[in-house]
């Protein structure tokens, strides 16, 4: 018989930088999560990636155990990443911070794929552009 879930947590945590403190102790708290435990199991997991910032779905049980997922890092970060800068523009519609090239969106495209709700890889190009235009971030 399936356990049963009494909570869905959504948390973004940098790879293998887990702590038990704020945000995300309390978090687990609330939830009745063993901290140390999932700062451990979470950071183990998540070590290849240091560098992202990884969204992680953590679902809990009646019985205090969990299981957790983690996702692709957000599309935003990921084209700062692929860019090189800090963050995207103030006013995306008339100063922009960059030029993201098609080949750029098409490998940022391919990774989040998986998290995506694209029928095909166009389509999440098309949402990457989206999101790169949104950051005052031209696409070439």
Same mark, same amino acid.
């Given at each position: 018989? $399936?356990?049963? /879930?009494?909570?869905? %947590?959504? %948390? ?5 930088? $887990?702590? @038990? ?7 687990? #708290?609330? $939830? ?13 997991? !998540? *070590?290849?990636? /240091?560098?992202?910032?990884? @969204?992680? /779905? ?11 997922? %983690?996702?692709? @890092?957000?599309? =935003? !970060?990921?084209?700062? *990443? =692929? ?5 995207? !523009?103030?006013?995306?519609?008339? !100063? *922009?911070? #960059? ?7 098409? =490998? /940022?495209?391919?990774?989040? &794929? ?8 166009? #389509?999440? &190009?098309? &949402?990457?552009?989206? $999101? =790169? ?8």
């Amino acid at each position: 018989m $399936a356990k049963k /879930i009494t909570k869905k %947590l959504k %948390l973004q945590i940098p790879a293998g930088k $887990a702590t @038990p403190a704020p945000p995300i102790g309390p978090a687990l #708290g609330q $939830a009745g999560i063993n901290i140390g435990d999932f700062v451990n199991k979470f950071n183990t997991a !998540s *070590k290849d990636r /240091i560098g992202d910032i990884l @969204p992680v /779905i953590i679902t809990v049980y009646e019985d205090r155990t969990y299981d957790f997922v %983690l996702k692709q @890092p957000p599309t =935003a !970060s990921m084209i700062l *990443k =692929a860019l090189g800068i800090e963050k995207g !523009s103030g006013k995306p519609n008339t !100063s *922009k911070v #960059g030029v993201l090239t098609k080949a750029q969106v098409k =490998a /940022i495209a391919e990774k989040k &794929m998986v998290d995506m709700n694209a029928v095909d890889i166009a #389509g999440a &190009m098309k &949402m990457v552009e989206g $999101a =790169a235009r949104s950051m005052g971030i031209d696409v070439k």
